[in-house]
């Protein structure tokens, strides 16, 4: 790959007509830092939401005696509930029967859901800073929530767009506290029900004998998360008193709207409430570091720390390495980020600017299979494509098998060909090259391909691309061609 | 040696004598040749007193009144369990000592999120997330050790789902909802890749598999019949896949559970059939195993429905199945004998049940196949599931 090919496609979503010429291919990108903006018009007009999702547990938690709505929260969830159903089937079949006023909350939540990951591609397709689009991408990725859990589909969206996006080129331990005290990730890791065991509000519900349907406590799931995949990595050095020490430190932290404790919250910036009825008292331990009694400061401060921690700046320089220079990252290049990382206390700008002048960064290559996602992002540019309707993105990304914030476990999706580079994948990206390809413009197909890899298109591909019988052919054939599916 | 399967057997109905229960000697890795693995999950807890109800034990009666003229006619395996009718075909592999039922199992897992639990049951871990890979791809890489050749392992799933997912080469295939590509990009494509190490060969599997299901007709896995059919389709032959995985949902069944239970169950029938059918004379070296995350409670709920619960059933079939009787150390239904006072208390290891009809199928040392697809274990893995 030439080093401007590198720029447009390894590091971007490939080229779109609408962009400016790459010329130096360094400095291309680090313009984009410049000129990225954070909150679109898309994303700045977007009405909140958040009234939902505290209304959305609320009735839950009403219904949770009435079992049908537990039937629809979950089969909606489950990642593969319906293969002996098609999708819309099993969707009626989850709505059916279910109390009005919950059906009409998940309806609800499936627009604002399928709005919200229109503008996260409609974004991308205009973008002027692709590359940063693809960080957005990433460190979403990084903070992985899931719409599997009911509420979140109101949450995922705002997750990426006020938790991650503004901090891509800031601190990551700004984006760590916005990320991880979203209410989404407090919903998806079970955080918004965890109580310290010795919190005023656990010691009055054991005196009054507490509720027997549902013990409550403590909830490690998400300071185990933190740890093992948000900061330190799993070798990452700490012990399960670290978990549970940290799991301590964040009761208190919840959804706001919700529960009898509801009342006594109060705002947090991150759009999470802090209740201190329900915070464990007293100092903490984490990593050997001594942390005072202090509410919802407790668990910032915890972070704060977590942000900055050697084992986080080697986990941190592994993954993105990962991302842009190959599933097996160049050691010389992981040692470089992680020192950046290091230095600067986590600046992500400075980051991706070391990343930028890496020279392991720009191996000839290429070094990774595009994600389904980035193949989409890709293939809609490159066919000029600026905007398309939710459902249908919705549906190419679920049959691609990608659909954002819907990865199976917190880990996110995964990073590695292996994963992605499969025998189904590849008929599935075929069929919908032709479908795309067939309601694009196909004129001069070959001059955009040499547009979109100056200088890397292989004469195999140019030797099909030349000898098909239609432009249209020609488009859905440059669109699966091994320089777009790899980058 | 089979002291303890005896304590904890229920015979019912077995068409083999007692007599028959001595193992068969199990030689390390003789090589699987043409042996085929099919792992059913049920996504969503499936009711497993619903799937195989205990109709001998006078618990059942007062928890499932409403539901007991469904088993009033309905095959039994022995005086005490009655097969689901929606399982009819299912019955008749039992009956003719090919399917076997497990009661009262369940994984490790004792929490009730479908989630956590469907996690632990196809990443073998002890814990949710533990594990990032699967026990199915973990199987398939023991397999493959010593082997010229990597087996082929094929998710009929529109994705790898986490059990097949890991280290060992898996493939994945599900009629897509997109229209066919037509034929003359499909050769186009293929002299595009032809001189590509990495998507030639893809591509070839690809189209190799589209070829072998080319004639389902199928936009996706909506029938379970095509499906199971598909699956077989897939399996069979020397190309064929040696382990296959499917998913079936629709099981979880919080309210109008009698409705509800019986359309998900005749499909699972269905599907089964199909497979058995599909698979002809390689029946004999089949094995499939069904199993579920976790089980439901005991008692129907005020909608006529079942919450989740913990131990359900599984179910092992194939031509190679020591068939025709349940495996249970029954734990009853009274109300002190209930899990937590509401769930089928669980007496035996899912894991156990897995690895054991597993290692026995394929000729692996059974030990050795749960430290490595279930580790952190201390069950030992259930023997005489299989013939000698």
Not at chain 1, 400 to 413: E, N
Request: proline share 6%; aromatic share 6%; net charge neutral.
């Amino acid at each position: 790959m030439s080093p401007a090919s590198i720029a447009l496609n390894r590091f971007g979503y490939g080229f779109s007509a609408k962009d400016s010429a790459v010329g130096d291919p360094r400095a291309y990108l680090l313009r984009q830092c410049d000129v990225f903006d954070p909150a679109p018009a898309a994303i700045a007009t977007r009405l909140s939401t958040r009234a939902k999702t505290g209304e959305m547990l609320e009735l839950l938690r009403r219904l949770r005696q009435d079992t049908r709505a537990m039937t629809a929260m979950e089969q909606d969830g489950a990642p593969a509930m319906a293969e002996g159903m098609t999708r819309q089937e099993a969707r009626a079949a989850a709505l059916d029967g279910l109390p009005p006023e919950y059906r009409e909350q998940l309806v609800e939540a499936r627009r604002v859901l399928a709005d919200d990951i229109a503008v996260r591609v409609n974004t991308a397709l205009t973008s002027p800073a692709p590359m940063v689009e693809r960080l957005v991408h990433f460190w979403s990725n990084h903070f992985s929530v899931s719409v599997g859990k009911p509420g979140i589909q109101f949450e995922a969206g705002p997750h990426e767009f006020t938790a991650i996006r503004p901090h891509v080129l800031g601190r990551f331990s700004d984006m760590l506290k916005a990320a991880v005290l979203h209410p989404a990730m407090l919903i998806y890791l079970d955080q918004f029900q965890s109580i310290g065991p010795n919190a005023p509000f656990a010691q009055r519900r054991a005196r009054r004998g507490g509720d027997q349907q549902r013990p409550r406590g403590l909830n490690e799931n998400l300071a185990r998360e933190v740890l093992e995949l948000h900061t330190l990595g799993v070798d990452g050095g700490y012990s399960q008193t670290d978990v549970t020490e940290l799991a301590r430190a964040l009761t208190g932290w919840t959804v706001p709207g919700i529960g009898r404790v509801g009342r006594f919250a109060e705002d947090q910036p991150s759009g999470a409430a802090f209740v201190p009825l329900v915070h464990e008292p007293g100092a903490r331990q984490v990593l050997g570091r001594s942390y005072p009694a202090g509410e919802a400061g407790q668990a910032l401060a915890i972070l704060d720390d977590l942000a900055t921690h050697p084992a986080t700046a080697h986990h941190i320089a592994t993954k993105l390495a990962r991302h842009f220079a190959g599933d097996t990252p160049p050691p010389a290049l992981v040692a470089r980020l992680e020192e950046d990382f290091l230095t600067t206390d986590g600046d992500l700008a400075s980051l991706t600017r070391a990343l930028i002048e890496a020279p392991e960064a720009w191996r000839s290559g290429p070094v990774k299979f595009r994600t389904p996602f980035e193949w989409l992002v890709a293939a809609l540019r490159l066919t000029g494509t600026t905007t398309l309707p939710p459902q249908r993105i919705v549906g190419a990304l679920t049959e691609l098998g990608q659909v954002p914030w819907r990865a199976p476990s917190p880990a996110g999706y995964d990073d590695l060909a292996a994963s992605w580079a499969g025998p189904d994948a590849l008929i599935r990206r075929v069929e919908l090259a032709e479908r795309i390809a067939r309601n694009a413009p196909q004129d001069g197909v070959i001059a955009r391909a040499e547009a979109a890899f100056p200088g890397t298109l292989g004469e195999a591909t140019l030797t099909q691309l030349k000898r098909a019988e239609s432009g249209q052919q020609a488009l859905a054939l440059l669109l699966v061609s091994p320089e777009m599916l790899r980058r | 040696m089979t002291t303890s399967l005896d304590r904890r057997s229920l015979l019912a109905g077995s068409l083999l004598g007692a007599g028959t229960l001595a193992l068969p000697r199990l030689a390390f890795a003789q090589g699987t040749g043409r042996r085929n693995l099919l792992f059913v999950l049920l996504r969503g807890a499936a009711d497993g007193m619903a799937m195989l109800a205990p109709v001998g034990d006078p618990g059942f009666a007062a928890l499932r009144g409403a539901t007991l003229a469904d088993y009033e006619n309905a095959p039994r395996l022995g005086s005490f369990f009655a097969v689901h009718p929606a399982l009819a075909e299912i019955a008749t592999s039992a009956a003719a000592g090919e399917a076997l039922f497990v009661h009262a199992a369940a994984t490790a897992y004792r929490e009730r999120s479908h989630f956590d639990g469907q996690n632990l049951l196809e990443s073998g871990g002890t814990a949710p997330y533990a594990t990032k890979d699967g026990w199915l791809n973990r199987l398939a890489g023991l397999m493959n050790a010593g082997a010229p050749a990597p087996l082929r392992a094929l998710a009929i799933a529109p994705a790898v789902p986490l059990a097949l997912r890991g280290d060992a080469p898996v493939s994945n295939y599900a009629p897509s909802a997109l229209p066919q590509a037509s034929e003359d990009l499909l050769a186009r494509v293929s002299l595009l890749y032809g001189a590509d190490g990495e998507l030639g060969p893809l591509w070839a599997r690809a189209l190799e598999t589209r070829a072998m299901a080319a004639d389902d007709g199928l936009k996706n896995l909506r029938d379970a019949s095509a499906a199971g059919e598909l699956a077989a389709s897939l399996m069979r032959g020397d190309s064929g896949a040696r382990i296959g995985m499917i998913e079936l949902g629709g099981w979880d069944t919080h309210a109008n559970q009698r409705g509800a239970f019986a359309r998900s169950a005749r499909q699972l029938d269905a599907l089964l059939a199909a497979y058995r059918t599909g698979m002809g004379a390689a029946w004999t070296d089949t094995l499939v195993v069904v199993a579920t995350e976790f089980g439901r409670t005991a008692r129907l709920n005020g909608t006529g429905g079942t919450d989740h619960g913990t131990a359900s059933a599984a179910l092992v079939m194939g031509g190679a199945v020591r068939g025709g009787r349940v495996i249970a150390d029954w734990p009853g239904l009274a109300d002190g004998q209930l899990y937590e006072g509401r769930d089928l208390a669980p007496t035996i290891a899912l894991e156990s049940v897995i690895a054991g009809a597993v290692a026995e199928h394929l000729r692996l040392d059974p030990k050795l196949a749960m430290a490595r697809l279930f580790p952190g274990r201390s069950d030992a893995p259930l023997s005489g599931i299989i013939r000698a």
